[in-house]
């Protein structure tokens, strides 16, 4: 099989930039403003949030199941119409369009803000799949993580460029500050709308379209064409525990990105100064985590990396839940007046160095493991999977903290984080390469 050339940069940092854009919207509106601003003040159910929370896992939740029902469909009909960067387009306006309306969210309108965030969040979810199918065109295999790697050391410095703004102009998230901190959406679709554009400039569309059969049209063609993959995965077991390892990991990674500053706001208290902190310090460890392992796992191989990142998210997580214990426990025997928030925020730097390259490894190992011709199907079953697990690991949670609280509830993530080590144990990454150029070289069926 001849070896795939490496893309010119140009089109690499295209790619990247799309990372580098939609991170606005996981950091601001998913992870430290917008959820913070709809549990605590849109519906402000205080003292203990849980009809917030439990709204906004909701809403996460049927975005994310949205995205499993046409992700797979979408992303066979991309492959057979050459169609990945229209697609991807339509993604993009959907999110910026959706996201700028979440203007109107104001107290009290809580089904306005849930209707915006389940069409933003289903707008970008779906266009991470989009975009991560373009990645195997992008470099021989050996290269693909670094390249992944950089994409998304690149989107956590869009993320950092984007809150910047939020947390020097707009303030804080409180009832008292809501008329500025609502401009929170306009903002992020701003961002993306604009730092979004080098994608589409630079990024090429490298498949050929083929002529429909007569009398069968694209939506026809596309569940056909998922019902012909999913008969044939039985042939790819590695791809298949990975989609699996995926679903566990996932779902413990929606829980923190979308509860850590709620986390920090309702269990933590922490002040304004510490928020601020743990953003900025969960950005820079986020990007270092994803470039230098994005460089390990090219040379130890991704699914060592992998399983190292799932190590760490699993201490992560238990010092997380420990970490009001950890500071009585230092005041009571060693006399040290360390606050909570403070062991907090160095406890999300541990989680911030695995959080974006555990993602990555597993967008990497997909793309040595799916065959060119089916890379957008592909990827749309890894969108699947992830999204799916949104939803299991969302709902978990917000069912779970109604019950016993969200510091006990917590640890469920850990859970899901060792079931997800588990299963990789089992994932042959030689294996899997081979599997996938074998069919490539059309020396396999599907």
Same mark, same amino acid.
């Given at each position: 099989?001849?070896?795939?050339?490496?893309?010119?940069?140009?089109?690499?940092?295209?790619?990247? =930039?799309?990372?580098?854009?939609?991170?606005?919207?996981?950091?601001?509106?998913?992870?430290?403003?917008?959820?913070?601003?709809?549990?605590?003040?849109?519906?402000?159910?205080?003292?203990?949030?849980?009809?917030?929370?439990?709204?906004?896992?909701?809403?996460?939740?049927?975005?994310?199941?949205?995205?499993?029902?046409?992700?797979?469909?979408?992303?066979?009909?991309?492959?057979?119409?050459?169609?990945?960067?229209?697609?991807?387009?339509?993604?993009?306006?959907l999110t910026v369009s959706t996201t700028a309306a979440l203007y109107?969210?104001?107290?009290?309108?809580?089904?306005?803000? =849930?209707?915006?965030?389940?069409?933003?969040?289903?707008?970008?979810?779906?266009?991470?799949?989009?975009?991560?199918?373009?990645?195997?065109?992008?470099?021989?295999?050996?290269?693909?993580?670094?390249?992944?790697?950089?994409?998304?050391?690149?989107?956590?410095?869009?993320?950092?460029?984007?809150?910047?703004?939020?947390?020097?102009?707009?303030?804080?998230?409180?009832?008292?500050?809501?008329?500025?901190?609502? @401009?929170?959406?306009?903002?992020?679709?701003?961002?993306?709308?604009?730092?979004?554009?080098?994608?589409?400039? @630079?990024?090429?569309?490298?498949?050929?379209?083929?002529?429909?059969?007569?009398?069968?049209?694209?939506?026809?063609?596309?569940?056909?064409?998922?019902?012909?993959?999913?008969?044939?995965?039985?042939?790819?077991?590695?791809?298949?525990?990975?989609?699996?390892?995926?679903? #566990?990991? =996932?779902?413990?990674?929606?829980?923190i990105i979308t509860y850590t500053f709620i986390y920090g706001a309702?269990?933590?208290?922490?002040?304004?100064?510490?928020?601020?902190?743990? #953003?900025?310090?969960?950005?820079?460890?986020a990007a270092a985590g994803s470039f230098v392992f994005g460089l390990?796992?090219?040379?130890?191989?991704?699914?060592?990396?992998?399983?190292?990142?799932?190590?760490?998210?699993?201490?992560?997580?238990?010092?997380?839940?420990?970490?009001?214990?950890?500071?009585?426990?230092?005041?009571? @025997?060693?006399?040290?007046?360390?606050?909570?928030?403070?062991?907090?925020?160095?406890?999300?730097?541990?989680?911030?160095?695995?959080?974006?390259?555990?993602?990555?490894?597993?967008?990497?190992?997909?793309?040595?493991?799916?065959?060119?011709?089916?890379?957008?199907?592909?990827?749309?079953? @890894?969108?699947?999977?992830?999204?799916?697990?949104?939803?299991?690991?969302?709902?978990?949670?917000?069912?779970?903290?109604?019950?016993?609280?969200?510091?006990?509830?917590?640890?469920?993530?850990?859970?899901? #984080?060792?079931?997800?080590?588990?299963?990789?144990?089992?994932?042959?990454?030689?294996?899997?390469?081979?599997?996938?150029?074998?069919?490539?070289?059309?020396?396999?069926?599907?």
């Amino acid at each position: 099989m001849s070896r795939r050339p490496r893309a010119p940069h140009r089109e690499i940092l295209g790619w990247a =930039m799309f990372d580098f854009a939609n991170s606005a919207y996981t950091l601001l509106i998913i992870t430290v403003v917008f959820g913070d601003l709809f549990t605590r003040v849109i519906v402000g159910d205080a003292p203990d949030y849980r009809l917030g929370n439990l709204l906004w896992s909701l809403a996460l939740a049927a975005s994310y199941l949205m995205v499993v029902l046409v992700s797979p469909v979408a992303g066979a009909i991309m492959d057979y119409s050459a169609s990945k960067k229209r697609f991807l387009f339509a993604s993009y306006l959907l999110t910026v369009s959706t996201t700028a309306a979440l203007y109107w969210a104001a107290p009290g309108q809580v089904w306005v803000g =849930m209707v915006f965030l389940i069409l933003s969040n289903f707008g970008f979810a779906i266009g991470e799949s989009f975009i991560a199918s373009f990645l195997p065109d992008l470099g021989p295999p050996e290269d693909l993580g670094k390249i992944s790697g950089f994409g998304w050391a690149l989107g956590y410095l869009g993320g950092l460029v984007a809150a910047s703004f939020v947390l020097l102009v707009l303030g804080e998230v409180s009832a008292e500050n809501f008329e500025r901190i609502r @401009w929170v959406g306009p903002w992020t679709a701003l961002f993306f709308l604009v730092a979004a554009l080098p994608t589409f400039l @630079w990024l090429r569309e490298r498949g050929t379209a083929r002529p429909l059969p007569p009398g069968l049209g694209y939506l026809r063609l596309g569940f056909s064409r998922v019902g012909q993959t999913l008969g044939h995965l039985r042939d790819h077991r590695d791809l298949v525990l990975l989609l699996i390892a995926v679903f #566990f990991s =996932m779902g413990g990674i929606a829980i923190i990105i979308t509860y850590t500053f709620i986390y920090g706001a309702q269990v933590i208290r922490w002040d304004e100064g510490i928020r601020t902190l743990m #953003f900025v310090a969960v950005q820079i460890t986020a990007a270092a985590g994803s470039f230098v392992f994005g460089l390990v796992q090219d040379r130890v191989g991704v699914k060592r990396t992998y399983g190292l990142t799932l190590i760490l998210w699993i201490v992560a997580i238990v010092l997380i839940y420990l970490t009001p214990q950890i500071a009585d426990g230092v005041r009571l @025997w060693f006399g040290l007046d360390w606050q909570a928030q403070h062991i907090f925020l160095v406890v999300g730097c541990i989680a911030g160095t695995s959080l974006g390259a555990c993602q990555s490894s597993t967008r990497a190992l997909v793309g040595l493991f799916a065959p060119r011709s089916r890379s957008a199907e592909l990827f749309g079953f @890894w969108g699947l999977a992830m999204k799916l697990a949104s939803v299991f690991g969302l709902l978990g949670i917000g069912l779970l903290q109604t019950w016993f609280g969200l510091q006990q509830a917590m640890l469920f993530c850990a859970l899901l #984080f060792a079931l997800a080590w588990l299963v990789a144990l089992g994932i042959d990454e030689t294996r899997g390469r081979r599997i996938a150029e074998e069919h490539e070289a059309g020396l396999r069926a599907w």
